[in-house]
């Protein structure tokens, strides 16, 4: 059986998302709220719902991403931004003291950042990085 791990950021999610539904009923609670007299141009409107639409997205892409890691290798996704790293090309795992999140490092000297493994996270973080180390090739 293949061994497969996926780690996904937890106060950094709950948060995105909450964000965004005391966003949207704010936004709707203020638009009730507005007396009648109160009007706005279609540029307004489009303006106001685009803005809505891109911090959603924003927040959407914070709460969904993921660092998967499986027998062949490390599948990252930072928001909307797709890694696949196979182990061999992986030289190890980052992680200081105080750091926001965890960096993979390759044989390459690139690095990706594992925004889903947030240092904030505390003892879930640390042994996320601890076994994303010991599956690193010797």
């Known amino acids: 059986m293949p061994d497969l791990r996926t780690?996904?950021?937890g106060g950094a999610r709950v948060v995105a998302y909450a964000?965004?539904?005391?966003?949207?009923?704010?936004?709707?609670v203020i638009g009730l709220a507005l007396p009648d007299d109160i009007s706005f141009t279609v540029a307004?409107?489009?303006t106001l719902w685009l803005i809505i639409i891109a911090v959603l997205a924003l927040l959407h892409g914070i709460g969904r991403s993921f660092v998967r890691a499986d027998d062949d290798g490390v599948e990252v996704l930072n928001g909307y931004r797709h890694h696949r790293i196979p182990w061999s090309d992986i030289q190890g795992f980052a992680m200081a003291?105080?750091?926001p999140w965890p960096t993979l490092v390759t044989k390459d000297d690139e690095r990706v950042m594992l925004f889903a493994i947030q240092g904030s996270d505390g003892g879930?973080?640390?042994?996320?990085?601890a076994y994303l180390?010991?599956?690193v090739p010797s």
């Open 44 to 46: 307004e409107d489009i």
């Open 19 to 28: 964000v965004g539904v005391i966003m949207l009923v704010i936004t709707v």
């Open 97 to 99: 003291t105080g750091a």
């Open 133 to 135: 180390r010991s599956r």
């Open 7 to 9: 780690f996904r950021p």
């Open 124 to 129: 879930y973080a640390r042994e996320a990085v």
